[in-house]
């Protein structure tokens, strides 16, 4: 009967130190979204028609991107470096789904 106590009692801590397990972790950006994204963007503006310079994106939070594009105009004598600032954000309902912009 105390053996019976004493490994309840031991299940009833372990549990407590290790609640996380069976949880899944919430959904985040991995490394490999991170560049997706980056690639996503210089093709959106390589098929705008502008040359780009620069994708650069850093994880700002699990669900949230944010960075900077940087390129200019293909064509022309003055060609100036044209620099956005970009924002990604995962779907809070679907993490599959997420918005980019840069401004």
Not at 15 to 22: K, Q, R, W
Request: hydrophobic share 45%.
């Amino acid at each position: 009967m105390k053996s019976l106590g004493l490994c309840a009692c031991c299940l009833f801590f372990a549990l407590l130190a290790f609640p996380a397990v069976g949880q899944s972790a919430p959904p985040s950006f991995s490394e490999a979204d991170v560049a997706k994204f980056e690639a996503k963007i210089k093709l959106d503006y390589i098929n705008k028609g502008f040359e780009v310079m620069q994708v650069g994106l850093v994880k700002d939070s699990d669900r949230r991107l944010v960075g900077f594009v940087k390129y200019r105009n293909q064509r022309g004598l003055v060609r100036p470096e044209i620099t956005r600032n970009c924002v990604v954000l995962m779907d809070a309902a679907d993490p599959k789904r997420s918005i980019s912009e840069c401004k």
